[in-house]
């Protein structure tokens, strides 16, 4: 009897032994991979001014995220804080609105937190394949940004942890954070993506191999069947999560960074226009060419462990 006590208290101690270490490396990985990309995630603040035709514009302070995508500073976010309910409820479900009137951001400020400096930024282009769009700051000056770099990123296999890096907002003084899930899909119609197991994070944010290298941005993917009644349920679900920070049975995909990589070029293509032709500030930027579905060739890229 006591030998078998002994036994089990021994194997109970092996497990005890193994799991602190397992735990503490993978800690140091996801330690590591936010102490890397938060200097890239930003705070932003801006107006959004809708005009409807009919009665008063209105005028939205709001507040939200972004990622820096390039060395002259450019921010990649979701598009879809720039529609209202219905024209998003119409834009992801591939359609277009009768009532559709996307605001229009004005007044936006970009902050590089821990600095609380804010700086101007004009919309440089979106890209609507993606269901991201891009802002472009001005007068960095000797400010030194460190822009996620997608080309190159490595296909994730399923069940592949990835884990999201955000911030909150400025209430909470832009504190930076992480969110985990695993690779549950993959798709390729309508467009090459993967599915998270989580509704993790904010739209438009990076997603991250456990080794530190991106996989793509969190984003919304119009559906590509042709049922509208299908149409509209999953594009209904998707804005219930960004409205409400829930799944609401929609399903959270990635787009891949060499598509993301394919955009950042027409984008930056495009802010650079905007800027020498001096109507960033007034010109409404042009949607960039839809990025070429290129499926990027497999690879795993999450370490095994217990």
Known sequence: ???????????????????????????????????RYAPAIVGIKMVLHTDTGSGAPSDVPVET?????????????????????????????????ANSHDATPKDIKIVFPPDATEYDAFLAAKDSQLGVAFLQVQKLGDLKIAPVDFTGAAAPVIGEPVIMVSRLLKGYDYAPYFETARVSGHVTVPRDSWLLDNSIGTLGMPVISLTGGPVGILTTIRPGVSDQASQMAMAYSMFMRLMTGTS?????????????????????????????SGGAATKPAPATKPAPAVKPAPGKIAPKGK
């Open 1 to 35: 009897m006591r030998a078998a006590i002994a036994i089990i208290l021994g194997v109970s101690l092996g497990f005890s032994a193994v799991i602190p270490a397992y735990a503490d490396t993978e800690s140091d990985l996801l330690q590591a991979a936010m102490t």
């Open 248 to 276: 609401g049975g929609s399903k959270t995909f990635v787009a891949p960074g060499s598509a993301i990589s394919a955009s950042i070029v027409q984008a930056e293509k495009s802010a650079a226009a905007l800027e020498a």
């Open 65 to 97: 995220q972004g990622v820096v995508v390039s060395k002259s500073g450019l921010i990649l976010i979701s598009a879809l804080i720039f529609s209202n309910s219905e024209s998003a409820l119409a834009g992801m479900a591939g359609g277009e609105s």
